[in-house]
């Protein structure tokens, strides 16, 4: 079965602490691709990052880096010294089967 | 290039009316996606069409259509609204790119309110 767990509903956060999203995800796919999106209020989602099976390297984009290990299947996000501006909800999303599968998103808060 | 655009943004309708929204998706990509969100829950899956094709389709009762056109936009309708429609609707499109891997982008999405 192909399927994205997000096991965090909601995390709350004081500004300037560090954050990890966990997904874990299940696929019997051996070529697949996995995403982080951010959908603010406004209700767009808003592509973060794609990485496929085959590159396990951890990525790192300013204050956002990603964990990617195939022995666990997850793809962790971590947002480092978070800012009132990551509050938003964090979608992980796997392609695979050729088709989307999203988890249920964890809400992120950070508290000024 | 420009992004997944949909039409409109919001809108309010009366319950047994029925409404349609417009996607057009980013230029090049054949698969558009419809998704449902409503307070608090995650993404639902309605449907994807791929070159007029619909190709997969999500648990929805038969009031949710869709279709696409040959210059892959595309249309859902919602027909006999009810209170439970109330929500946002994102379109998204995908495609592979020069790097061999398919990436979806979602539009801003519509925003329906059934009173």
């Known amino acids: ?112 | 290039k420009a992004g997944v655009t949909q039409t409109p943004r919001y809108l309010i309708k009366t319950r047994g009316q029925q409404v349609t929204l417009s996607c057009s998706p980013i230029s090049g990509h054949r698969s558009v996606s419809w998704y449902q969100q409503t307070p608090g829950q995650g993404l639902q899956f309605l449907f994807e069409y791929f070159s007029e094709t619909q190709r997969n389709k999500g648990n929805f009762p038969g009031r949710f259509s869709g279709r696409q056109f040959s210059n892959s936009r595309s249309e859902m309708n919602v027909s006999t609204l009810e209170l439970g429609d109330s929500a946002l609707y994102l379109c998204a499109s995908s495609g592979w790119d020069r790097e061999g891997g398919n990436t979806i982008y979602f539009g801003e999405g519509s925003w329906l309110t059934v009173v």
């Open chain 1, 1 to 112: 079965a192909q399927k994205v767990t997000q096991a965090q509903t909601e995390i709350s956060v004081v500004e300037k602490e560090d954050v990890t999203l966990d997904c874990v995800y299940e696929t019997r796919d051996t070529t697949y691709y996995l995403f982080w999106y951010k959908q603010p209020p406004s209700g767009e989602l808003v592509f973060l990052i794609r990485r496929n099976s085959f590159d396990e390297q951890n990525e790192i984009s300013g204050r956002y880096s990603w964990n990617f290990q195939k022995s666990t299947s997850s793809f962790n996000f971590t947002i480092t010294a978070s800012q009132v501006v990551d509050s938003a909800v964090y979608f992980c999303a796997l392609f695979g089967g050729n088709q989307f599968y999203f988890g249920t998103g964890t809400s992120l808060t950070v508290i000024p």
